[in-house]
């Protein structure tokens, strides 16, 4: 999208101004816009119409206004949301630093000390979100942000909203809630999740900031699901023989296929 492009919808329109497209996946377009009112730069999430569908207007909005309520250091916060002209959109600040799966990308593995203290930022985020019993459902490199070299979880709002739609509408618009990758054994089973999916997920994310690559790839989404099931845990220890010894133990347990 060029730049001075509206949104659609005239709500948006009257408060954000588009500047450009920043990030594109399978649920959502996200651009760099600003906030008219506050004078601010921020970034502007729309959802993809077939899952604004699946979700409906109602329902995405009572998720989003639980998720705006989350006030921790280490989430990235809801600033508005709402709907418009058929979309659902929500906006975030925008942060200019990388995310987490740029950064990896860049640099590769990283030290034991940099992964303890990622990791430690995230868990702290979602255990205040558990304790809410809110389950994000989608923690991965790409959902961790930095700021001031601080790590912000990113995209709660989107995995709850589409976690309470029924499976029939999922199933029939073809969408997946998370992201076979970092996707626990019983999330990829389509069995009801609980904190313990996350702790998974971010047991995932830790490899991969380890040993540069996550723990189950192939070269289909279903192989991959197939390996969450019923994959042999790979061992970090083989990769990074530098590790302190409590990193094995400690990922065999988040990575468990019983949870």
């Not at 990030?23 to 506050?38: E, I, K, T």
């Not at 959109?89 to 000390?113: H, Q």
Request: glycine fraction near 10%.
């Amino acid at each position: 999208m060029s730049e001075g492009t509206d949104l659609p919808g005239t709500t948006l329109a009257d408060r954000y101004r588009i500047d450009r497209e920043i990030g594109r996946g399978g649920m959502s377009v996200v651009y760099l816009a600003h906030d008219l009112r506050h004078d601010r730069p921020v970034a502007v999430k729309l959802l993809r119409p077939d899952v604004a569908a699946s979700i409906g207007g109602d329902r995405f909005q009572r998720e989003i206004e639980i998720e705006a309520g989350l006030q921790h250091p280490n989430i990235l916060p809801v600033y508005d949301s709402g709907s418009s002209d058929g979309s659902l959109w929500f906006v975030m600040p925008f942060i200019e630093g990388d995310n987490l799966a740029k950064r990896l990308e860049r640099e590769g593995p990283l030290s034991a000390e940099e992964a303890t203290r990622i990791v430690t930022e995230v868990a702290g985020a979602l255990q205040y979100a558990h304790d809410r019993d809110i389950v994000h459902r989608d923690i991965k490199p790409s959902n961790i942000l930095f700021s001031s070299g601080h790590a912000l979880v990113a995209d709660f709002g989107i995995a709850r909203a589409l976690s309470q739609v029924a499976d029939d509408a999922l199933t029939a618009t073809g969408l997946t809630v998370g992201t076979p990758v970092y996707m626990s054994p019983e999330q990829a089973g389509g069995e009801p999740v609980d904190r313990r999916a996350d702790v998974y997920s971010l047991g995932c994310v830790l490899y991969e900031m380890l040993a540069g690559e996550p723990p189950y790839q192939g070269d289909s989404a279903r192989a991959v699901l197939t390996k969450q099931m019923i994959g042999t845990i790979p061992s970090i220890e083989t990769t990074r023989t530098d590790l302190p010894p409590h990193f094995g133990p400690t990922l065999r347990r988040a990575l468990a296929k019983d949870p």
